[in-house]
């Protein structure tokens, strides 16, 4: 999928959240996992496409379900991978429903002026007549730069939209890779991440003067 660009109202092109975070992405998991496949003696290429399908699907379920339309499968699937990704999304559901949520808006691009970044937010729900900020993830784990990311679109949404604030906190709806599985995690603050992300933003500016300097 082609990234969206994001540009200032003087129209200049500014970074995207994810393109900030992975600027300093730790990167420790993955090393370990490759190494443990070269233990295990298996093709990295090959379980990288296989684990990214399942899980893939099911995210691909849930965003044509905030569309109100049913996903419909493109190309060649594997069946087993196929009934992985339905049972992930059904489990999303199950979970939906229970945690009885209105969602208000999805896939939001948006821009900061104040800090110069741009982002496009999963979705924008309520609960309990509070707003609260939802993110998909198609991963084995949950990992710091999610709460980062997590935290800077809470920031981007804010600042477009002063008077609706992210009351009810962080949801964070997760999808592993292989089995599709679905895991649901719920945040009520945080403003850690969010200071973690401002020094990021800040650093990757230094970074990009000081490239050029050492060219």
Avoid at 65 to 75: F, H
Avoid at 95 to 108: F, L, N, P, T
Avoid at 113 to 126: M, P, S, T, V
């Amino acid at each position: 999928m082609k990234h969206a660009a994001y540009h200032n109202a003087a129209g200049k092109r500014l970074p995207s959240v994810t393109t900030i975070i992975n600027r300093f992405k730790e990167s420790g998991g993955l090393i370990r996992w490759a190494y443990q496949c070269g233990l295990d003696g298996v093709d990295i290429d090959a379980v990288k496409q296989d684990a990214a399908t399942a899980g893939t699907l099911a995210h691909d379920m849930v965003e044509a379900d905030l569309r109100g339309t049913t996903y419909a499968v493109t190309g060649p699937v594997d069946t087993d991978v196929l009934l992985k990704a339905k049972g992930g999304f059904a489990a999303f559901q199950t979970w939906k429903r229970g945690a009885a949520i209105a969602y208000r808006y999805s896939e939001v691009p948006l821009v900061s002026e104040e800090h110069q970044f741009g982002g496009r937010l999963d979705a924008i729900g309520e609960i309990d007549g509070k707003l609260v900020l939802i993110d998909w993830k198609t991963s084995n784990s949950v990992y710091q730069d999610h709460l980062i990311q997590m935290a800077a679109y809470r920031a981007l949404w804010e600042e477009n939209y002063p008077d609706q604030p992210i009351t009810g906190g962080f949801h964070l709806c997760r999808f592993s890779k292989e089995h599709g599985d679905f895991a649901h995690h719920y945040y009520p603050d945080l403003s850690e991440a969010w200071e973690a992300f401002r020094l990021m933003r800040r650093l990757y500016d230094l970074t990009a003067t000081l490239r050029k300097r050492a060219s």
